[in-house]
């Protein structure tokens, strides 16, 4: 059993990736404004591959739904993401914002938009993961764990701006990721395994 001792603003736990998925019963979050209180999410693992004639998925990802807490600020604890892309699934207003998190071979935690900046709009713009590498979906582009999130240009997973990293949590507000809704308004990439 996982359980975040901080405050964590994540109000489901998701799917874990791999073997470690096929073993884990529950997982126990603790919400920011449960003063104490646990709820618990319980995941059973199942597949989750996306087929296209440009890129298949052979990872199973895990997908976790974000809330913000009472100062509109939305945060992800980097020790959660691991090797395996996590898609962490935000509503703004009835459209899915969707990050993408995934820890290089550097060991750092990465976060973006899991949408391209150049083949956005299509409802295909959005990435798979085969192996150790991240393949668009659209025009099939590949790159790496360590490209997400830095690259402001090109064929790559969108920066978050106002992104900030601060003991071990990535945080943003969601005024940010609700300006980012309109990238996402033809999307149709997966929001759950």
Known sequence: ??????PARLIACGLVAGALAA???????????SSGT???????????????????????????????DESGTITIDESQI??????????????????IGIRGSDGAAHLALNTCQSCNPSPNAYYVQQDDTLICRNCGQEFSAEDVGAQAS???????????EQNGWFMVSADTLNGYASNFAKWAGPTKA
């Open 23 to 33: 073993t884990l019963g529950a997982c126990t979050v603790q919400s920011a404004q």
């Open 1 to 6: 059993m996982f359980q975040l001792k901080r």
């Open 154 to 164: 090109g064929c790559n997973p969108t920066p978050i701006k106002g992104l900030t």
């Open 82 to 99: 691991g090797d395996v892309a996590t898609f962490y699934n935000y509503d703004a207003n009835g459209t899915t914002v969707q990050l």
């Open 38 to 68: 646990q709820s618990q999410a319980s995941s059973q693992a199942s597949s989750a591959q996306s087929s296209s004639a440009k890129a298949t998925s052979n990872v199973q990802h895990a997908f976790v739904d974000v809330v913000p």
